[in-house]
């Protein structure tokens, strides 16, 4: 059986995690290697860190911070934010990244997809993809734009900041062709609402393709796990806030999904 | 000294740091002679067979390979090198695997998601030394499109889409299709009792 698994995430910005509401009004999180250790202790099932700094001097610490988080650390670690070319991602792997994401520079540039599954291989490359609702046209009721398809999900890039034309479902489509071998999957409209994940947007993204599809963005309470696991297809879920501020803990969240028969990896207390 | 293979494609750097964890020294290899020196080797795996296979040859260590393994040398094949104990994969036709075990390795079927990537459960059918202290049913993380078939010499067993061997254990050789070094304790324990046989 193939467990949903639970992936904290480590926005880090100059050394630090820190959290924010769609990227903006930034508070500190703590230590990055000392909240992996604690996740991993809790039963992650992989980690992902996401650098945030805008700076030449973040992106220098964030190779050392690649390094302390996966010293450590015997579950896979994706680490994302700025990798650009295939040199960048190699950097990032020989600090002991197991997978990069890449989102700006692969919407700009495609090939860069296809270079890094070339290089790295599939496993190893995840398309980061935010997408934003578009607005409704305003003729129809709203039960009728969802039947009539007339909800779509457009690309934003440079960390939600600039919009695009393309379309989400038939951008993460081109990803998997490029050789991507995940799709993470944020939400621009739930991103930091704590509301819950988009489940039309992650359900519709799960069947498009056919590699595993991480659902970021919007979880708040224990249910909206489970909504987009059941509702949304997701094979994965990713959350920050409501582990950094122990809002519940992974293991209270994994036996509440269980309770609702999804299939979850719970580690014992001690045995991580 | 722990030689892991490094064919250019593969994951050593982490196995690497694995072993190293476990109190073991270990060396990533590159060339045929250090192998006479190991006392164990370990293969790991990542990417298309036909690199790994090619890659191996270009290097000559295929041959190496395969007289230290007979030798009675300790061997772990790790995802990739699992499958390339088999005669051969559906993956490339055209490339001979080490023949060691019987039967091809095949594509999975049945399942809209491929690769099987995650954490997925594995049923201990015979008793194994790398399996020593693994309960039936524990989770291991996996991430392949192919699979090998379940044979006398598999050990455990992982359903997606069809039953397929998480590990296989013949005398001195043993392989698993899960990576123990992203397999929380569970994977560092199959990697201890493989460096303690």
């Known amino acids: 059986m193939l467990a949903k698994r639970i992936i904290p995430c480590l926005d880090c910005k100059d050394g630090r995690v820190v959290k924010g509401v769609q990227f903006e009004h930034l508070r500190d999180a703590g230590d990055p290697a000392t909240l992996a250790e604690r996740y991993n202790e809790e039963g992650a099932d992989e980690l992902v860190l996401l650098d945030i700094s805008a700076s030449r001097e973040g992106r220098a610490t964030l190779l050392q911070t690649v390094h302390q988080v996966a010293r450590q650390l015997f579950i896979p670690l994706t680490v994302g934010g700025g990798v650009r070319t295939v040199e960048d991602a190699r950097r990032l792997l020989a600090q002991g990244a197991d997978k990069v994401a890449v989102n700006t520079a692969a919407v700009e540039n495609p090939q860069l997809v296809r270079e890094l599954a070339d290089r790295f291989g599939s ?3 995840v398309a980061a993809i935010d997408a934003r609702r578009q607005r ?3 003729s129809l009721p709203p039960d009728e ?3 009539s398809r007339a909800i779509t999900w457009n690309v934003v890039i440079y960390g939600g900041t600039r919009e695009t034309a393309l379309d989400a479902i038939g951008w993460a489509r081109q990803a998997e062709a490029l050789g991507a071998g995940e799709i993470l999957l944020t939400s621009m409209d739930a991103d930091g609402a704590q509301t819950g994940f988009d489940c039309e947007l992650t359900s519709a993204i799960s069947h498009a393709v056919h590699i595993p599809v991480i659902a970021s963005g919007g979880a708040g309470r224990p249910e909206d796990f489970a909504e987009v696991f059941l509702r949304g297809a997701a094979d994965a879920a990713l959350a920050a806030s409501v582990f950094h501020f122990r809002q519940y803990s992974l293991r209270g969240l994994k036996k509440y999904l269980e309770s609702r028969g999804i299939p979850v990896r719970i580690v014992a207390e001690g045995e991580a | 000294m722990i030689a892991v293979i490094d064919y250019g494609a593969g994951n050593s750097a982490s196995v690497l740091k694995a072993v190293q964890h476990l109190g073991f020294t270990s060396k990533s290899v590159i060339a045929p002679e250090c192998l006479q020196d190991a006392e164990k080797i ?7 067979f036909a690199t790994m296979m090619t890659s191996l040859r270009e290097r000559h260590m295929l041959e190496p390979l395969r007289e230290a393994i007979e030798s009675g040398k300790g061997f772990l094949g790790i995802c990739l090198g699992l499958q390339a104990l088999y005669e051969g994969s559906d993956e490339a036709p055209d490339e001979q695997g080490l023949g060691i075990l019987p039967g091809r390795v095949r594509k999975l079927e049945g399942v809209f998601k491929i690769p099987h990537v995650g954490w997925s459960q594995m049923e201990v059918r015979q008793p194994a030394k790398i399996l020593e202290g693994i309960a039936s049913s ?19 067993t992982t359903q997606y889409g069809q039953k397929f ?8 050789i043993h392989a698993v299709q899960f990576h123990p070094e992203k397999s929380g304790e569970i994977g560092l324990q199959v990697l201890k009792n493989f460096l303690e046989t």
């Open chain 1, 136 to 138: 409704l046209p305003p």
């Open chain 2, 42 to 48: 370990v293969l790991p795996g990542q990417g298309h």
């Open chain 2, 165 to 172: 061997s998480a590990a296989v254990e013949l005398r001195n």
């Open chain 1, 145 to 147: 734009q969802l039947k």
């Open chain 1, 123 to 125: 496993q190893a490359v």
């Open chain 2, 138 to 156: 524990s989770f291991a993380y996996f991430c392949h499109s192919y699979y090998g078939p379940v044979t006398a010499q598999t050990a455990a």
